[in-house]
């Protein structure tokens, strides 16, 4: 519904998108793509077919509806015409009725917003003038499913092959393969490489891109000083073999994904509690090197790998389900909303949208509603594909979140469990008998306080019960309502009464708390196959509203492979078919979608820069043989990423300096062609934990539940437990360190986000985050200046230069440029800080003249350390 | 998809401006498509509060709300009702639903305040607001306000709002986020809360529920530091000048090793604007620039309204300086009378009439009360018995959001006027009754907007501040 041809949905169902109208603005930013070439012959696929697709199909042709009888959809109708008369006059083509109702702006009608351009009326122009030309459409063509050559032989959907290397120039700039494709491009525009970067940049690039953390003082040391020729893949081996680097490559895997610890959806923004071990899953699948095909099938179809029923669980079996904790990613308002339906429906089309964008590069949500109006995707196809995923998103019988969690208690502890719930119910049934005793005893209190006449009449109106009081002894029990002492208005008669009442509840509670944790996991299990739902594809997306009936099958433009419920499973075995389809050799996208995510995260673009569109309205590739080199070369490494990541930062293209060129500059100023590193922002996470863990205070403690995110007396979000009374924060609970964990760890609820991280551009899952944005606003700079955190850490980081180098101001100045920049200061940056430190102590001791040395040296050694962390050099990476 | 996808990566700089990182719309834009085909669009949607231009000529550019939280008592301040003088301590007639059961009873309570008729207009009022009585011809006192949930957090969400649910955008956040604001250096939304505790519902009463950050409300702490953020921890004010002077110099001379990053420039400027907005807010709230007279005018040499004089004066320059929407809070409960009213019902007037007068009346003096809506007013009224009956000191009243008072000014609002009537008891709003969604269509009509299209699309939904019910405005309020 992302779309802006959906407004008869919108009408349909008060869901609208106004948003709509801008997204199809962003929609509409690549339509040129479509776009013939200049000089050759227009033909009805090759130019004009896709300017009637998008302005005119869905009036005059599209599911049914044929407006004047005229189907534009195949060239043989168009020839056709409508029910008055050709559109065509092939004698005087000047007079032809379609170039008169588009040149007059007649068509499409006025009131739709969304006009051909110029550009595209000339299209139609050109090819009625030159006779209406078109290739032979076969006989028993079905229109809605037409997929024009054009439209087939669009590089993404073309096999996978593994081209030739070029040759180049200078075979010595070329350390592997991919320098050899980057370095043909650079030379055909009579540029090169730059020149290798110093060794201070190389460790520090390494160590934010692969760990998202500077590099320690010693590990600079160490690998500035290594004299050994394997000195640098010596480097990328360790870096890559550290539990730090899934931490921060999970996180790109996680924004992909949508991951979140909360449902989102509705203001209720209810929490997730078991979400956080599809996050662990992510960063031990990264950590553990696990194949990327295998990470696939078990996050699309985990459930249909392990044999029913669930019952004790092997690791490798957990880890299959906790996996498809992917397929529950996106936002769900299924048990809050108010309209059920259309809160599950959507959470279906979201959930749908995250596989499509994340493994598929293609945007599929516009077919929803109608056929895509750009890519070769019709709607029956976007419901074959929802087909697939149907028995396990069985929208007329589906499990909200609570009822989707798979518990990992065992027998034993389930029979423990019971026996420790008797007791605490004993407790209860006690404390409901002393609180009827009390509600009798403050009713009795309260029935003195009455006029001694009344009180007979009030007592039996209380004793009678609510259906067979009289019209008067309601109008009494009304007039006296004192009398009306109820279970949850105790505590407003008798304070000590109802401390008792709670003290009881509270053993209760205790006892309970003696079971056996009940650990669970967040799955999507498909049911057994007895249930498995006929899917249909919904007129103009509205569930309401279903049409001819679908079976499960692949994008036809992908081969469109079917797949059949497999009767060997319990359940259907759909998803697993489609994820080892889409994993397998055959499919022309997965590898190079995946390729490409990895590539923007080393090179911080993608060599296709839409990573999330392949299409039509994506970028085309700025390197294509380039990217198939290396989708086919993952692919047949067993799909492993780790491989990937050395053959890319082993490059002579990643190793170069982020220093311009002139001739760059000149040739190629958006850098495009790789002739320099670019220069980067690190991510509100890095910027979070590289802080932390230069003032010394990271916590490397690794997975688990997250750490809980709170507001503040201001309302900004802040680490910390949550303490309201009457929607006022009260005493702070103390988190005992665990503030200080890595940002990967701390809770993502997406009506709280954290302040520290949203101010330097997180990601909002809605529902999940294809591509970053970075911002450099008025509002960093004053957290950075002014904030709470990196004032805190920048005194902590004071304190530890102070300690960990010499007394002298020279190496504790040279240790805080060490830990901040990962080199050691200039002479003249040097002299500059130490006459900064000195004039700070100057000026502090003329306010505080009783001060001491070491509260001088550590107020403005914290101010330098500020200074240094809220510096450029800190946040860009060359 | 999401607009991630159609996006370059691009970077800028702007007051507030935030690039658009999940899915939102503005109705301007949504307007200009309408009106103009669509262009290739290859930048980022950003969310900021730069000056936007209403659809219709707006009558109100700026507001200041009074808010009493708690629910003062109509009956003792703004409504008066003889009747209940006359049937004082006798049992109430009709039905009545109370807050607190315990404490409940059905015995009538006259007010023990005197009303007289003021201004031209000969507007009731209570001898508790002798200030106010000096403003009544230029304000309209609303006498039939109607949530009809009887719950402090529920009722507080309706009015300011919008919705009785929890994790809506406050008025504030719905207008800046509509119109932005007219000053670059300073937040567009302030909230200004007491020294005291925070009301009922914490910092959820400047939320911006689920529009982009940069519509929530920025907090005035009534001590130093005032804006968290814009200004240093006390212990580096001193210092903050030689800090952004050495940083500058750290940034310069990374900014000459990479000389093709206009990022990298961006961000040096964007330090400098940081530090603009900072002397932009201390300027703003640095009373020393005002006049003993002006002082005095808010009440600020008497204890009892220093404070809260205090606090109405910042919001006056704060409009001045072109703030779209200022909020001035009381403490958490100060209003919540159920006991000991005859002495809290005039202390807590003591506080806030002098300071809501004057504000009028500064306004007006300086031309700008034209163009700012003033509120006063909390979010329920109190019931027409007795609550806690055991003594004429103790004795108090109970919640009632049926019926109830709040006044408005300037910004196209009638002034010397009366809206609605109250039961013979002042316990329902019995005539011409404003319901909260009809006081917010009300006040969006005088700055130039409709509720139902200024929306932000969330989950395939759009959603504008009033959800359930459509608000109607009120012309019998307007001048």
């Known amino acids: 519904m992302n779309c802006m041809f959906c407004s008869s949905r919108i009408r349909l169902q008060g869901s609208v998108a106004g948003l709509t109208g801008l997204l199809c603005l962003l929609l509409w930013s690549s339509a040129s793509a479509v776009e013939p070439d200049k000089g050759a012959t227009i033909t009805y696929e090759g130019g004009v077919r896709p300017v009637l697709k998008t302005h005119c199909f869905r009036c005059h042709g599209e599911a049914g509806t044929v407006e004047g009888g005229l189907d534009l959809r195949l060239r043989r109708l168009i020839m056709k015409g409508g029910e008055s008369g050709p559109i065509i006059d092939i004698e005087n083509p000047s007079d032809s009725v379609l170039l008169e109702r588009v040149t007059t702006g007649e068509m499409p009608p006025e009131e739709v917003k969304h006009r051909p351009t110029p550009d595209e009326i000339d299209i139609l122009r050109q090819w009625v003038m030159n006779e209406a030309p078109g290739v032979t459409e076969p006989d028993g063509l079905d229109p809605s499913e037409y997929i024009t050559t054009a439209e087939k032989s669009f590089w993404s959907y073309q096999p996978l092959l593994q081209p030739e290397i070029p040759i180049t120039n200078h075979p010595a700039l070329v350390r592997a393969p991919i320098d050899a494709f980057l370095l043909h491009s650079l030379e055909g525009r009579g540029l090169s490489f730059g020149e290798e970067a110093g060794r201070h940049t190389l460790i520090r690039r390494l160590s934010f891109d692969l760990w998202g953390l500077p590099p320690t003082p010693q590990q600079v040391e160490r690998f500035v000083g290594d004299s050994s020729p394997l000195a640098y893949e010596r480097l990328v081996d360790q870096l890559l073999s550290s539990p730090r680097y899934g931490e921060r490559w999970g996180r790109h895997w996680l924004d992909v994904a949508g991951y979140a610890d909360s449902e989102g959806y509705t203001d209720e923004d209810t929490q997730r509690p078991d979400a956080w071990r599809y996050r662990d899953y992510v960063i031990q699948a990264f950590n553990g090197g696990k194949p990327i095909n295998q990470f696939f099938v078990e996050q699309l179809a985990g459930d249909e790998l392990v044999s029913r029923p669930y019952g004790d669980l092997s690791p490798q079996e957990l880890d299959a389900l906790i996996a498809t904790g992917f397929l529950r990613m996106a936002p769900d308002g299924t048990a809050t909303a108010a309209n059920k339906s259309v809160a599950i429906n959507d959470s279906i089309a979201k959930s749908l949208e995250i596989i499509s964008s994340s493994m598929l590069g293609m945007t599929v949500a516009c077919a929803e509603c109608h056929d895509h109006r750009y890519d070769p995707i019709s709607q029956k196809d976007y419901y074959r594909f929802r087909a697939i995923f149907e028995p396990a998103y069985h929208w007329k019988s589906w499990q909200t979140p609570n009822k989707r969690r798979q518990s990992l208690y065992t027998d034993d502890d389930r029979t423990q469990a019971a026996e420790i719930e008797e007791q605490a119910k004993e407790i209860e049934v006690g404390r409901t008998e002393k609180q009827q005793e009390f509600i009798q005893a403050t009713f009795e209190k309260q029935l003195a306080k009455l006029p001694e006449e009344m009180r007979e009449v009030v007592r039996l109106a209380h004793d009678t019960p609510d259906k067979e009081r009289t019209a008067e002894q309601k109008e009494l029990l009304k007039k006296n309502p004192s009398v009306n002492v109820t279970a949850s208005s105790l505590y407003l008669y008798d304070r000590k009464a109802a401390d008792e009442l709670k003290a009881l509840a509270d053993k209760a509670n205790e006892v309970r708390k003696t079971k056996p944790p009940e650990r669970f996991v967040r799955v999507l299990a498909e049911s057994v196959a007895d249930n498995v739902p006929v899917s249909h594809l919904f007129i103009r997306g509205d569930h309401e509203q279903p049409g001819e009936q679908v079976s499960a099958a692949g994008f036809r433009i992908l081969g469109g492979t079917l797949f059949p419920d497999d009767l060997e499973l319990p359940s259907t075995g759909r998803r697993l078919q489609f994820a080892r389809w889409l994993t397998s050799d055959r499919h022309p996208l997965s590898a190079r979608v995946f390729v490409n995510r990895v590539w923007l995260h080393h090179f911080g673009r993608g060599l296709v820069n839409t990573p999330g569109d392949f299409g039509q309205l994506g970028e085309p590739a700025s390197h294509p043989e380039l990217l198939d080199y290396l989708a086919s070369e993952f692919r047949s490494s067993g799909w492993n990423l780790k491989r990937l990541h050395r053959v890319l930062v082993l490059s002579t293209a990643y190793r170069q300096s982020s220093r311009p060129s002139e001739d760059g500059l000149r040739a190629d100023p958006e850098n495009h062609l790789l002739w320099r590193m670019p220069v980067r922002r690190v991510e509100a996470e890095v910027l979070r934990d590289s802080i932390l863990q230069i003032s010394g205070e990271l916590l490397l403690d690794a997975f688990g539940p997250s750490v809980p995110v709170m507001a503040d007396r201001d309302g900004k979000f802040v680490v910390g437990i949550e303490n309201l009374n009457a929607g006022r924060p009260g005493a702070v609970i103390p988190l005992k360190g665990q503030d200080f964990r890595r940002s990967v760890y701390v809770q993502v609820r997406r009506s709280r986000r954290l302040t520290v991280l949203d101010t330097f551009d997180a990601p909002r899952m809605t529902p999940s985050c294809i591509q970053r944005s970075y911002s450099a606003s008025a509002t960093q700079s004053l957290m950075l200046m002014n904030g709470e955190f990196p004032i805190a850490r920048a005194e902590q980081l004071a304190t530890r230069v102070m300690t960990e180098a010499s007394n002298e101001l020279p190496p504790q100045i040279d240790f805080a440029w060490q830990l901040c920049y990962s080199r050691q200061p200039d002479p003249d940056e040097l002299s500059s800080a130490i006459n900064y430190v000195q004039q700070t102590e100057k000026s502090y001791r003329e306010r505080h003249a009783k001060s001491d040395d070491r509260t001088r040296r550590q107020f403005a050694m914290a101010s330098l350390c500020h200074a240094l962390l809220s510096s450029n050099e800190f946040l860009y990476i060359e | ?479």
């Not at chain 2, 010397?416 to 006081?439: S, W």
């Open chain 2, 1 to 479: 998809m999401t607009p991630h996808q159609a996006m370059t990566r691009r970077h800028f700089v702007a007051s507030q401006s935030m690039g658009l990182l999940g899915l939102a719309t503005a109705w301007l834009l949504d307007r200009e498509a309408r009106a103009n085909p669509p262009k290739p669009q290859l930048t980022p949607l950003t969310h900021d509060t730069r000056p936007k231009l209403p659809p219709h000529r707006p009558r109100a550019t700026a507001m200041i709300s009074l808010w009493m939280q708690g629910g003062p008592s109509q009956i003792d301040l703004f409504d008066p009702k003889p009747e209940l003088n006359r049937l004082d301590g006798q049992t109430f007639p009709d039905e009545i639903k109370y807050d607190n059961a315990a404490q409940s009873s059905a015995k009538i309570f006259g007010s023990p305040w005197k009303f007289t008729k003021y201004g031209d207009c000969g507007m009731d009022l209570s001898e508790l607001l002798p200030h106010l009585a000096e403003a009544v011809d230029d304000i309209c006192l609303i006498r039939s306000m109607h949530t009809g949930v009887n719950n402090h957090g529920q009722s507080i969400r309706a009015l300011n709002s919008g919705d009785v649910l929890a994790g809506q955008p406050a008025i504030g956040s719905w207008l800046t986020y509509a119109l932005g604001s007219e000053a670059e250096d300073l937040p567009a939304y302030m909230s200004l809360i007491d020294p005291g505790q925070l009301p009922v519902l914490g910092v959820e009463n400047w939320s911006n529920g689920w529009l982009p950050a940069i519509y929530q409300g920025t907090v005035i702490r009534p001590a130093e530091p005032r804006i968290f953020n814009l200004d240093s921890p006390a212990k580096y004010r001193g210092q903050q000048k030689n800090y952004l002077e050495f940083l500058k110099r750290l940034n310069e001379r990374h900014a000459s090793r990479n000389p093709a990053e206009s990022e990298l420039q961006a961000r040096i400027k964007s330090f400098a604007l940081a530090e603009q907005m900072q002397y932009a807010a201390k300027e703003a709230m640095d009373l020393s620039q005002e006049s003993a007279e002006t002082k005095r005018l808010y009440g600020m040499e008497r204890k009892e309204s220093a404070d809260y004089g205090a606090r109405c004066l910042i919001a006056r320059r704060l409009v001045e300086r072109g703030v779209r929407f200022v909020q001035v809070f009381t403490q958490n409960q100060f209003w919540d009378h159920h006991n000991g009213i005859r002495k809290s019902l005039p202390n807590a007037c003591l506080k806030v009439d002098q300071p809501s007068a004057a504000l009028v009346q500064d306004l007006k003096r300086r031309g700008l009360l034209d163009s700012t809506i003033v509120h006063w007013g909390g979010e329920m009224g109190r019931l027409p018995v007795i609550q806690n009956d055991t003594g004429p000191t103790k004795i108090g009243r109970d919640h009632n959001t049926y019926g109830f008072s709040s006044w408005v000014a300037g910004g196209g609002f009638r002034h010397g006027h009366i809206h609605g009537t109250t039961d013979e008891f002042g316990h329902r709003a019995v005539e011409d009754t404003v319901h909260h969604y009809d006081y917010h269509a009300t006040l969006f009509h005088l700055f130039g907007l409709d509720t139902t299209q200024i929306q932000f699309s969330r989950n395939n939904q759009d959603r504008s501040m009033i959800n359930v019910e459509k608000g109607r405005v009120v012309h019998e309020l307007l001048a």
